[in-house]
């Protein structure tokens, strides 16, 4: 796990786009061309990364399932075998520790997303909810015990299942099996933000189960290219990092299908 960190450090952005123009600097006095081709790249894909037109259109690129209207999902539950071997499947993302105004953790605003849109389609279908995330915290606090908390107090919705080990998501795909498939669920609707769909379903498919995939935050299929979209934001180099890390992980487990 710690070589994870240490690589989503420096290859992700924006540590790769400073690390570039830094060494631009170093080293424009003795290669000024290689220096300076080095400090433009840099602030240039910074630039790009932190607009959100930029961040929608990589989105897009990566995006393979679209959002999941509900009467969509109705249809493929309307048989009664297809519903009995059903749940909804809710990944955690992240969580604040220190909430000292609620005097207890609370799930960071990525999984909160997650967590009103898995709400929406229970009350939609009455699926029963599996939360899905372990926590790799020096506190010990379990990540899906935390989301189950907030569903509870704040959604008047209790989850049927808590699957607290997990700290990948393979390990999300490998622990919802061992809790689902022996009960004869094989059938999930995978909730998560759009930009981490593609893996976790490919994951959860490997895990054995049958995928209906619920994405949240979904690209702007329609984005204006007004001036505004080109100016830079934190949220958008957010996601333009989110989407990054993403290919970075479909290439790590096509190269490594048994990497965890």
Known sequence: ?????????????????????????????????????LCLSGAASLWLLSTPYFANQILLGLETNKAIKPAELLSTLALSEHRARTAIVILGSGHNSFAPEFGL???????VERLNYGAFLHRQTALPILLSGGSSNIDGEVHAEILADFMQSQ???????????????????????????????????LVSQSSHMRRAK????????????AP????????????????PTAIALKRSRA??????????????????
């Open 243 to 260: 989407v990054i890390h993403e290919y970075f992980g479909l290439l790590w487990y096509a190269v490594s299908p048994i990497a965890d």
């Open 216 to 231: 949240t935050k979904v690209a702007n299929a329609y984005m204006s290219t007004s001036v505004i979209n080109f100016l």
């Open 105 to 111: 953790p609370q799930p960071d605003n990525s999984v």
């Open 202 to 213: 490919q994951l959860f498919e490997r895990a054995g189960f049958e995928v209906v995939a």
């Open 155 to 189: 959604l008047a919705i209790s989850p049927r299942w808590i699957e607290g080990r997990s700290l990948t998501t393979m390990q999300n795909a490998r622990f919802s099996a061992e809790i689902l498939l022996p009960i004869n669920i094989d059938r999930v609707v």
């Open 1 to 37: 796990m710690p070589h994870r960190l240490f690589l989503k450090f420096w290859l992700l952005p924006p540590t790769i786009n400073i690390l570039m123009v830094v060494l631009g600097v170093l080293i424009i006095k003795r290669h000024f061309k290689t220096g300076l081709l």
